[in-house]
């Protein structure tokens, strides 16, 4: 029995011994393919300018919102909830709602970040409401501190058509923001649902 356990400590000893030695050499040069993927890597997970913007999201908001299903018609109002969080240091916001649609009990999540490849800001978006998956894509404007995203979905009433939506997320101040989500029908857009955010 001692044997057996001399023998495997001294097996042992040796794995880690060349462990050690094969650390202790230096790790070779990286070709110029190498360091071109490793730099490419690095400039796809780096934290820009950009990923700091989206931090103005992050925290718990009280929203009030209007939905219209008939231009000429009154908005559906309601109140609601709203909490963001950072996630992946920083490269991710994800956004949790919760409220009432057409009377009902309402949860939906999104995602906002900036593509490094791609140059990019992006929205996603699930939801109680649907089974379907929303993706868009849009550019910051300084001058009026507001995102502008662009994408399409399939109409609910003729799903066989697809239907071109913008959306306009907007900074009023450190503690209100707004956003607006436009549908492009029969040749005219119009402005279907409006989301009020108060800071808490």
Same mark, same amino acid.
């Given at each position: ?13 040796? +794995? /880690? ?24 890597? @690095? ?15 992050? +925290? ?5 919102? @209007?939905?219209? /299903? ?11 909830? *709203? ?13 949790? $709602? ?5 009377? %009902?009990?309402? %949860?939906? %999540?999104?995602?906002? +970040? #900036?593509? &490094? ?14 089974? +379907?998956?929303?993706? *868009? ?7 009026? &501190?507001?995102?502008? $995203? ?9 799903? @066989? ?5 913008? @959306? ?10 707004? #956003? ?13 649902? &409006? ?6």
């Amino acid at each position: 029995m001692k044997r057996a356990v001399a023998v495997v400590a001294s097996i042992f000893l040796a +794995g /880690m011994a060349a462990t050690a030695a094969a650390e202790d050499k230096a790790a070779p040069p990286m070709t110029a393919e190498q360091k071109a993927q490793a730099d490419a890597y @690095q400039r796809m997970s780096e934290l820009r300018p950009e990923h700091k913007q989206l931090a103005y999201f992050v +925290g718990s908001w009280k929203t009030k919102s @209007q939905v219209w /299903m008939d231009s000429a018609a009154a908005a559906l109002e309601s109140t609601g909830s *709203s909490k963001a969080v950072a996630i992946y240091g920083g490269r991710y916001v994800t956004m949790s $709602f919760e409220g009432l649609f057409f009377g %009902q009990p309402f %949860q939906g %999540q999104g995602q906002l +970040g #900036f593509d &490094n490849l791609r140059g990019k800001f992006f929205s996603t978006w699930i939801d109680s409401g649907s089974t +379907g998956f929303w993706l *868009s894509w849009g550019d910051y404007d300084k001058a009026s &501190n507001a995102w502008t $995203f662009l994408g399409e979905m399939p109409d609910p009433l003729k799903p @066989q058509n697809i239907v071109k939506v913008r @959306q306009v997320m907007r900074i009023y101040d450190d503690k209100h923001y707004g #956003f607006d989500w436009y549908e492009f029908k029969d040749g005219k857009e119009t402005r279907t649902m &409006n989301i009020d955010y108060r800071r808490e």
